[in-house]
């Protein structure tokens, strides 16, 4: 995906004769694995680094085309969100001082774009979601003016429908309908690039697939997606799910997303993963002017597989096979593209530390660990580490369960530390990056586990608003600071600063538990409901779901009091307002007083697409104004 000469795949020549290349670029690699050509050592590691951009009130700031065009590092590279970039550090021999090394290239190229972002108010932030994201950042207008995300957009559409539904269920549930592919762009990663010898791609990569949960379990950093609580890692289902090209089946139809762990191990080389990902999805696109690989054999020069590279860079394993030439030679390498970014520099590289160990020193012990556990088990384990980070129980060699903690404590961290000998990594360096994972274990404090206590210790399950970002503005902080998340102390209500950052737009701070009745219902339903939730405004919507009336606590009272104990056979469509005034989910705060005191109304309906979404009342407005006098007083 990293070229920019990509075109639609629509024309049916245009298709054919881009399979055509892809066909042959897969039969260039066969003839140079059998013919040895591509490099064995050394080891190698490498990252890839996504970012957020955030304002001063620690909303996203689409920034990411400015600050590519005044940018003269050719490592960094455009995301699909406006308000994300990333840059790829250059790989490094896994061997000596290597970790450091990778720090200090991260620290650099962080520091780099945050230069450039301070000159238009904004700052850099290392997050798996960003907690303060809302909704209505993720339009279309926020995409990247590139031509390949725009051919995303369209083939994604095309193939599944231009609506989609998104359900994920954690502690609270997350239901969304419409186009989706922007959700994508809530994700930031922090993908590992690890380097290996041809002969040896089945036997590590099975390897890799098996060590990914236990390394996510302990490096959790996204619980929050639009102000729900729902996985620890909850990019791995928000990113299976925004990207799904599939539809349903009238019936039971086996197909696999574009975004998965995979079906099974790997037997034989890295081409039964090309062979089958070919055989499973359509090309989402195409190129022109793709080199002939024979041609390029032919001159004793290295193919650069440009089709397959581009339709690679379409499907998303979580563990994902790339080749890949570097300084004149070609290799393989896994993409490890589970892991998110943050929560700071320190803890990527130590999740990279334990990762390779792992790899490497699982290597050593045991030549086919499919005979020792089966894909199944490990392909749960992916799951339940996603969502339950350390609480989950783990599936592991031996037919054993254990608990994510102690596996991790037990055997894992002197397996990792092992390998890393292997590699002859600097004993200072594994002994600082591998302590940073166990103190990260031990402590229980992982970066999705400090996002949840902080945010539970400022008030519980109201997450909107203030408490999110609180939340990033600690995160930004801390990492600031160059400080490991385990040693963070919870983040507090007041670190969200100036009440405007949490109150910009009514979609932050609305209520979206919403009670609603319909127009048949008794008066005598409103006003119980009333009286239980001590609500005074309570919407009305019809059979199909659109929003027809508001019953206010004012218009119940009337009623009441006009025809006494005859009220409760009274229906709500007597007594409701219809065609009440609405507003979308981003209209601004200041709109919504204006509105509400041009129309002399107690609440406003907050509706997209036909669809209620959220209320917001003059009892929100209290609230604010009474924390803004509070403050105003102090000072």
């Known amino acids: 995906m990293g070229t920019g000469n990509v075109e639609e795949v629509s024309a049916e020549g245009g298709r054919q004769d881009y399979v055509e290349s892809l066909l042959n670029d897969l039969r260039a690699l066969q003839l140079m694995l059998d013919q040895g050509s591509i490099e064995s050592e050394p080891l190698r590691v490498g990252a890839e680094q996504e970012l957020f951009l955030v304002d001063g009130n620690w909303q996203p700031a689409p920034l990411g085309p400015e600050i590519l065009a005044e940018s003269r590092d050719p490592h960094l590279t455009p995301e699909l969100g406006r308000f994300n970039l990333e840059f790829n550090c250059d790989p490094l021999e896994l061997r000596g001082d290597c970790l450091t090394q990778l720090e200090k290239q991260l620290n650099r190229s962080v520091a780099g774009v945050a230069a450039l972002a301070e000159r238009h108010g904004a700052a ?27 051919l995303l957009w369209e083939a994604v559409k095309k193939l599944r429908g231009d609506s989609h539904q998104l359900y994920i269920k954690g502690i609270d549930e997350l239901m969304l309908e419409g186009d989706t592919v922007m959700l994508e762009a809530c994700n930031t990663a922090f993908q590992i690039h690890y380097q290996v010898a041809p002969d040896r791609f089945s036997q590590l990569y099975n390897i890799a697939q098996l060590v990914t949960a236990p390394v996510l379990a302990a490096a959790t ?293 919403l009670f609603t009745v319909h127009p048949e219902d008794p008066v005598d339903l409103v006003a119980n409901i009333m009286d239980w939730e001590r609500v005074r405004h309570v919407p009305v919507e019809d059979e199909p779901g659109r929003l027809v009336g508001v019953v206010s606590y004012r218009s119940v009272l009337k009623c009441f009091s006009r025809q006494g104990v005859k009220s409760k056979q009274e229906r709500v469509r007597a007594i409701m307002k219809s065609d009440p005034v609405t507003i979308p989910p981003e209209t601004s705060s200041l709109e919504a007083v204006r509105l509400m005191r041009r129309h002399r109304i107690g609440c406003l309906p907050v509706v997209q697409k036909g669809r209620l979404v959220g209320i917001v009342t003059e009892s929100d407005f209290l609230g604010v104004a009474s924390s803004l006098l509070e403050q105003q007083l102090k000072e």
């Open 124 to 150: 850099v932030l290392l997050t798996g979601i960003l907690p303060s994201l809302t909704l209505s950042q993720l339009k279309r207008r926020n995409m990247t003016p590139k031509r390949r995300y725009e």
């Open 221 to 513: 950093n996204s619980p929050f997606l639009l102000g729900k609580r729902l996985w620890k890692e909850t990019r791995i289902a928000l990113f299976e799910r925004s990207i799904d090209t599939r539809r349903p089946s009238p019936h039971v139809r086996t197909s696999r997303s574009r975004v998965s762990f995979g079906d099974q191990w790997v037997r034989h080389s890295v081409l039964e993963i090309f062979q089958q990902d070919i055989a499973r999805f359509r090309a989402l696109m195409t190129h022109e002017g793709a080199e002939d690989p024979f041609e390029v054999l032919s001159r004793n020069e290295v193919p650069r597989l440009e089709s397959l590279s581009l339709f690679n860079g379409t499907v998303y394993r979580w563990n994902r096979p790339c080749y890949g030439v570097w300084q004149g030679k070609p290799h393989l390498r896994i993409e490890n593209r589970a892991l998110p970014a943050g929560p700071s520099v320190e803890d990527e590289v130590a999740n990279t530390a334990f990762l390779c160990g792992l790899v490497t020193g699982m290597a050593q012990e045991h030549e086919d660990i499919t005979r020792l556990i089966s894909f199944e088990e490990v392909k749960s384990n992916f799951s339940v580490a996603a969502q339950s980070g350390l609480d989950a129980q783990l599936y592991w060699l031996g037919g054993r369960v254990l608990p994510a903690p102690r596996l991790i404590q037990g055997q894992l961290l002197p397996l990792a530390r092992q390998g890393l000998r292997h590699c002859g990594i600097h004993a200072d360096d594994i002994e600082r990056f591998l302590e940073v994972i166990r103190q990260r274990v031990r402590r229980r404090q992982t970066g999705a586990d400090w996002l949840l206590r902080s945010c539970s210790q400022m008030g519980g399950d109201r997450l909107r608003g203030s408490a999110l970002v609180a939340v990033t503005a600690a995160t930004y902080r801390n990492q600031q600071q160059g400080r490991p998340v385990h040693s963070w102390p919870l983040a507090k209500l007041q670190e969200a600063g100036d009440w405007r950052a949490h109150h910009q737009r009514v979609e932050q701070y609305m209520s979206v538990e």
